[in-house]
């Protein structure tokens, strides 16, 4: 059974830091395309950053860049997302994702989000003072 369960988030106060980790387990991680998105409250779900294997193209959103970091732990079959200085509107539901599609044709850019195949429950996040 495909499995992605995110855990590390809650709330936070405004210029603080979450890492959000995402647990995977019934597919080969290494082929896989890695994603994190969210849905703030009242809006549409937005790709966040995602990463490629194996050369490791990567997307920020402009929103994020600078301040959040895509990683994985390939023995463990766990992808991170680092969430420093954060924002209010930062707060949403975070999802991890992954799909095995060709991305060939686009480096570092949002199409490495596009397609995704297999999708977390989600996990909230709030930052407010």
């Known amino acids: 059974e495909v499995q992605l369960v995110e855990s590390g988030g809650g709330w936070v106060q405004p210029g603080g830091s979450l890492r959000?980790?995402?647990?995977?387990?019934?597919?080969?991680?290494?082929?896989?395309?890695k994603g994190w998105f969210r849905q703030a409250p009242g809006k549409g779900r937005e790709a966040?950053?995602?990463f490629r294997n194996p050369n490791g193209a990567?997307?920020?959103a402009d929103s994020v860049t600078g301040r959040f970091t895509i990683s994985t732990d390939n023995a463990n079959n766990t992808m991170?997302?680092?969430?420093?200085s954060?924002?209010?509107?930062?707060?949403?539901?975070?999802y991890c994702a992954a799909h095995n599609r060709n991305t060939d044709?686009?480096?570092?850019?949002?199409?490495?989000?596009?397609?995704?195949?297999?999708?977390g429950k989600g996990i909230p996040v709030t930052v407010s003072s």
């Open 80 to 84: 991170y997302l680092q969430m420093n």
């Open 20 to 33: 959000l980790s995402c647990a995977t387990s019934g597919f080969t991680f290494d082929d896989y395309v």
């Open 48 to 50: 966040v950053s995602c």
């Open 86 to 94: 954060l924002k209010p509107e930062d707060t949403a539901v975070y």
């Open 58 to 60: 990567t997307y920020y």
């Open 105 to 119: 044709y686009v480096t570092d850019s949002v199409g490495l989000c596009y397609g995704m195949d297999f999708w």
